[in-house]
Structures are given as structure tokens and as C-alpha cells.
């Protein structure tokens, strides 16, 4: 087994600023953007922080004193305009936010896929597919949401609060002090109360998914369920589940419903002490009417933004381990890499220097080869082989030998722990992984197609085949038949993995694709899945025809492919420990013969009750 992947802990106790000035390098890019918006929100700052002052003038020259009526006409004005302008200035900053919140998603999804192209198949061993979906979409658009709207309502709220600070110092700072006295019990009691409420929606959704992900097996696994008659402990495990769920959603809804009452009503006791105290002061003359209306204004406007931030500080701390995971993917190194001196010859993978790439003949030498998953479990002991160019090679062998092992790493989806692979005599990390696997055909145990037509499918061996190549190499494979009796033939759609065809057919169409790609090496790693003997004399065909005239290793549980092979290799424990073609290795009586008496005894029988006339 390969390690097993464990999720690191994240820290969300106290805001990492690292790892946001990494982030932030990130959002860096559309620097222009943020810019115009934060412009924007510094203009609606002030302007809501204006509104309170019209309505303070309003109050003491329109309603208390006597103002001409050609003066309360323009202040209509102004007002309109400063309504005008904030209604304008709401639509743009919407519109911008948006514009950054789907630029950084889209540039980071782009940079992260580019990324999940380049690792190895070693990342994918130890990296569960669920982990990386939930990076490339929950993760990734959490953070483009904080990043966009969250730190624009920041800009704002601060904006909004320097600004009512600064005018209630000039109008009456001793009311002012009054309002300010408040901020940092409202500040630790928002802080407290948004972490906490975050802290609980979290385990909910942490409990949540695992709710889905029992749904889901529930479901896929309906069937095993059944016949294995375990239904109420699937039961049973979902009840406690759901438990946890109700329990966990009860407490984020108590400590939101106490948040607000308390916030209110300190908001209230700001309130109460403005008005005792700047009540005496309007009756003794001192300050006006209106003044005290503006403050009371402010003491309640200023709680929002300071809310605002107290969630978002909330909101980047829980997001840290978004952040993280989402770094650890766009930092994972690639272990497989070409040299710089390679590269800079033969190109990489997205830009390959093609013109460079020498032809490939196709003879295969391990030589002293040692590899393991793991160090505690060697696979691949200082293993030798040579093969020449157009042999065909079977490996046979029992399940867990190593057999798919040798060709991963002939495939370069591995790489030995010591000693080399060289093809045409060359060490294959001397040329690029471009050139080996543009050389190479490779049909898996359970061979994959992409989403889209056969047509398409079989293309994906050389992108620029006419339609003709296609149907010819289709042709030479035997698929050509029951891809006409598709509905709509080549042009058919195959579903998701190929999944409206059977195995045997998906088979057949990765042939087609491997014959159009015509590579210098061919590996296949035969399925032992039964098919029936009608398909299985096609899929024959076709292997045979792939095996012409290149060298070949086949994995292969059919005996008719054995017997035709030029070496046939018994692998045990990672070691060759028979050698040799079929006749040879029956008169050794020994690892092969039983194999071949045991196992493929059936295969033997089949055979000949199709050879015999009915
Ligand atoms: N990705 C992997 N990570 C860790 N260990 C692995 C991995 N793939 C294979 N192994 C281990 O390496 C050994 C050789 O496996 P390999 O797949 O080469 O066997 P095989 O001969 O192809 O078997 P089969 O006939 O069942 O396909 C086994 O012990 C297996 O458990
Ligand atoms: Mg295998």
C-alpha cells in the first residue's frame, strides 16, 4: 500500500500573514482592478458618511430655522446627487467585485490544472481524487469570495469609520468620546462571537459532507448493501451522523441569536448616553438640534462596518486552511521532471521542441533496476533485461509480482530507485518525457476513454489523423463493425469514461487509438475480465496486428498471446525467474508449467472445442 494521506491540522486561532501576503501575491495580478474598486468604496464611504451631515443641515435651517426657498431647492439638489452618486457607485463596485471574484477563481483554476498536469503518478497514489475536487472548487471559490467581496467591505468599513470618527472629533469630541468609549467592548464582543459562529458552521459543514459522502455510498453501494444484509449498520453510522448535524446547527443558531441582542443593545446604551448628555447640552444652548441627531446617527451607523470586520478577520482566519491546501497543490513538485539540459533540447510537455526528437527503434534494456512504493516494501530488486527491437515480450505471473510495475516504469509514470532504463541505448531520462511517451502506446487493465465521440476517442493517437486514418485504424482492429452499428457511428458519443460501451469495446477503441498513434513501443496490460469468445477472437486480432513490427510487453492472462510471444518472462517477487519462449519454458517443468497447467487449462479446452467441427 502506498503511504497513507493524511490531512495536515490548520491553524485558524490567530491570522497567518504569510500566508495571506502569499495569497495576496496572487490577487497581485489584477492590481488594477482592486484599485478602481477600492476608489470606489472610499468614495461610498463618504458619501455615507455625508448623509448623516445633510440631514443634520436640513434639520437646523429647514426644520428649526427659516432658510429661503430657492436654498432648500439646491439642497434637494445636492442630495439628489449624492443619491444619484451612491446608487451608481453601488452598481460599480457589484460589477467590479464580481469581475475580480471570477478573474482570480479563473487564473488560479488555470494555474492549479496546469499543475495537476505535471505531477506524477506518485502525487496521485497518495492524494485521494476527493481531496483535489474539493480544491479546485469549494477552496478555491472561498477564497476568491473573501478576497474579492471581503476585503472590499473592509476598505469600506474602515473608510466609513475614520470618516465618522474624524467629523465627530471636530463637531463635539466629548460626545464623540462618548461613542468611541463603546468601540472595543462592541470590537471583542463582535470578534468573539463572528469566530465563534463561524468556528461552529464549519464543523457543520465539515458534518455535512460527511453526510453527502454516506448518502453517496449509501446509494453506490445500495446493492453490496443488500446482499451482504448490513443495512442497519449503515443505518445506525447515519443516525449518529445526523445527530451530530442537529446538535452541531442548534448551537450556531444560539450563539447567533445572542450576538444580535447584545450588539443592539450596547448600541442602545451609546444611544441613551448621547442623549442624556447632548439633550442637556441642546437645552443649555450649547450645541444645536441637529448636532444631536448626527450623533445619534452615527453611534448606530458605526456599528455595521465594525461587524463587517470583525466577520471578515473571522472569515480569513477559517479560510487559512483553504488557503493552505490550496498553496500545497500549487506547490507540489512535479518528481518527475526532465534535466534543464533536456528540456532545453527536446522541450516540455505543453512546449515541445518535436523537431528535435530523434526516431525511436524501440530496443528496451533494464539494467540493474531497483524501485519500491515504499522503502519497506521493495518491488523491483536489481532487475536486468534486454529486449530487441519488434520482440514481442509477455510477462506472466502471479497478481502482486510486479509485472504492471516494469512497465510504469519503462512508461516513465515511476522512476527507478537506482540503476537505468535505456531505449536505443540511451538512458531515458536523457530524453524527454515528451519524446518517450509520443514513442509509446500504452492500453490498460481498464482502458479509458474521454468524454466525446468514438471518432475523438481514436484521434487522441494522433490529433492530426483524417477521418479516413481513423476509420482505417479502426478497420484493422475489428472495432470498425460494431462502431457502424452505433447509432450514429464514429460520431457517437461514449459517455462519461467510455461509460455506454462495454469493457471489450472500449478495448477495442483504445487498439484503434494505439494503431493510429503507430508507436516505435507498445505495452499492454491485458484485462482478465472474460469476454465473450466471439469478442475475444476480435480483440485477438487486434493485438496481434498492434504487435507487429514493434517492440512489445504484454501483460497477459490469454494464452494465445503468450504462446505467440518471442520471450516469455515468469515474474516472481519483482524477479524474472523463467526466461524463454513457450516450448522452452514447458520443458523446464518448472514456475511456467504449473502455471500453464493450472491456469490456463480452461483457456486450452475452449480452444479446442472451437477448433473441433460442430
Ligand atoms: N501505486 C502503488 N503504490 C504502492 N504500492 C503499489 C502500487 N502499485 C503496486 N504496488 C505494489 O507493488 C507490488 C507489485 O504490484 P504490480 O501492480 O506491479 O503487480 P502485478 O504483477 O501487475 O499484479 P496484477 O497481476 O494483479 O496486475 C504489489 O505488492 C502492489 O501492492
Ligand atoms: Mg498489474
Not at 534535466?339 to 528535435?356: D, S
Not at 493485438?543 to 518471442?566: C, G, K, Q, W
Amino acid at each position: 500500500m502506498s503511504e497513507r494521506f493524511e490531512e495536515q491540522e490548520y491553524n485558524t486561532d490567530s491570522l497567518d500573514t504569510k500566508l495571506w501576503s502569499k495569497i495576496l501575491k496572487l490577487l497581485w495580478i489584477h492590481k488594477k482592478d482592486l484599485f478602481v474598486l477600492y476608489g470606489f468604496m472610499i468614495m461610498l464611504a463618504f458619501v455615507d458618511v455625508s448623509f448623516p451631515l445633510l440631514n443634520r443641515h436640513a434639520i437646523d435651517n429647514f426644520v428649526i430655522g427659516n432658510a429661503k426657498e430657492n436654498e432648500v431647492l439646491i439642497f434637494a439638489l445636492v442630495y439628489l446627487g449624492f443619491v444619484v452618486w451612491q446608487s451608481f457607485n453601488v452598481y460599480y463596485f457589484i460589477k467590479r467585485a464580481g469581475k475580480i471574484e471570477m478573474n482570480f477563481a479563473y487564473d488560479v483554476r488555470q494555474k492549479a490544472f496546469t499543475k495537476l498536469q505535471e505531477l506524477s503518478f506518485n502525487y496521485y497514489d497518495k492524494t485521494p481524487l476527493g481531496w483535489i475536487m474539493a480544491r479546485m472548487t469549494s477552496d478555491i471559490t472561498r477564497l476568491s469570495e473573501i478576497l474579492s467581496w471581503g476585503l472590499m467591505d473592509m476598505v469600506w468599513g474602515f473608510s466609513v469609520m475614520f470618516g465618522i470618527t474624524i467629523v465627530m472629533l471636530i463637531t463635539n469630541w466629548k460626545l464623540a468620546m462618548l461613542i468611541l468609549m463603546v468601540i472595543p467592548v462592541l470590537w471583542y464582543i463582535s470578534v468573539y462571537f463572528q469566530t465563534r459562529i463561524l468556528k461552529t458552521y464549519r464543523d457543520v459543514r465539515k458534518v455535512n459532507s460527511k453526510i453527502t459522502g454516506a448518502f453517496s455510498e449509501g446509494i453506490s453501494g445500495a446493492k453490496t448493501t443488500k446482499t451482504m444484509a448490513i443495512e442497519d449498520l449503515n443505518l445506525d453510522e447515519f443516525k449518529t451522523l445526523t445527530g451530530e448535524m442537529r446538535q452541531r446547527s442548534i448551537k450556531a443558531a444560539v450563539l447567533s441569536a445572542l450576538f444580535m441582542p447584545l450588539v443592539t443593545g450596547l448600541g442602545a446604551i451609546s444611544t441613551a448616553g448621547i442623549l442624556v448628555v447632548g439633550g442637556q447640552q441642546v437645552l443649555l444652548g450649547a450645541i444645536q438640534f441637529g448636532t444631536l441627531m448626527l450623533f445619534t446617527q452615527y453611534a448606530a451607523q458605526f456599528f455595521e462596518p465594525l461587524r463587517q470586520i470583525a466577520r471578515l478577520l473571522a472569515e480569513l482566519q477559517m479560510a487559512q486552511a483553504s488557503a493552505e491546501r490550496v498553496l500545497s497543490l500549487m506547490n507540489s513538485e512535479a518528481q518527475i521532471v526532465d534535466h534543464p539540459h533536456v528540456i532545453e533540447r527536446f522541450g516540455t510537455i505543453l512546449q515541445p521542441k518535436t523537431e528535435n526528437y530523434p526516431k525511436m527503434d524501440g530496443e528496451v534494456e533494464f539494467r540493474n533496476v531497483t524501485f519500491y512504493y515504499n522503502p519497506q516494501e521493495p518491488v523491483l530488486t536489481d532487475f536486468n533485461l534486454k529486449v530487441q527491437r519488434g520482440q514481442t515480450v509477455a510477462l506472466v505471473g502471479e497478481t502482486g509480482s510486479g509485472k504492471s510495475t516494469i512497465v510504469n516504469l519503462l512508461c516513465r509514470f515511476y522512476q527507478p530507485v537506482e540503476g537505468s532504463i535505456l531505449i536505443d541505448g540511451v538512458d531515458i531520462t536523457e530524453r524527454s518525457i515528451g519524446w518517450l511517451h509520443s514513442n509509446l502506446g500504452y492500453v490498460l487493465q481498464a482502458p479509458h476513454l474521454f468524454s466525446g465521440t468514438v471518432a475523438e476517442n481514436i484521434r487522441y493517437g494522433r490529433l492530426d489523423a483524417t477521418d479516413e486514418e481513423v476509420e482505417d485504424s479502426a478497420k484493422m482492429v475489428n472495432a470498425h463493425n460494431f462502431i457502424t452499428k452505433l447509432e450514429q457511428g464514429y460520431l457517437s458519443d461514449v459517455g462519461e469514461g467510455g461509460s455506454r460501451l462495454s469493457t471489450g469495446e472500449k478495448q477495442l477503441i483504445s487498439f484503434a487509438r494505439a494503431v493510429l498513434a503507430d508507436p516505435a513501443i507498445f505495452v499492454l496490460d491485458e484485462a482478465t475480465s472474460s469476454i465473450d469468445t466471439e469478442t475475444e477472437q476480435i480483440i485477438q486480432h487486434a493485438i496481434d496486428t498492434l504487435l507487429v513490427n514493434r517492440t512489445s510487453f504484454v501483460i497477459a492472462h490469454r494464452l494465445s498471446t503468450i504462446v505467440s510471444a518471442d520471450v516469455i518472462l515468469v515474474i516472481k517477487k519483482g524477479k524474472i525467474v523463467e526466461q524463454g519462449t513457450h516450448q522452452e519454458l514447458l520443458r523446464l517443468k518448472g514456475s511456467y508449467y504449473r502455471l500453464y497447467t493450472n491456469q490456463f487449462q480452461e483457456d486450452l479446452q475452449n480452444q479446442l472445442l472451437q477448433l473441433k467441427p460442430e
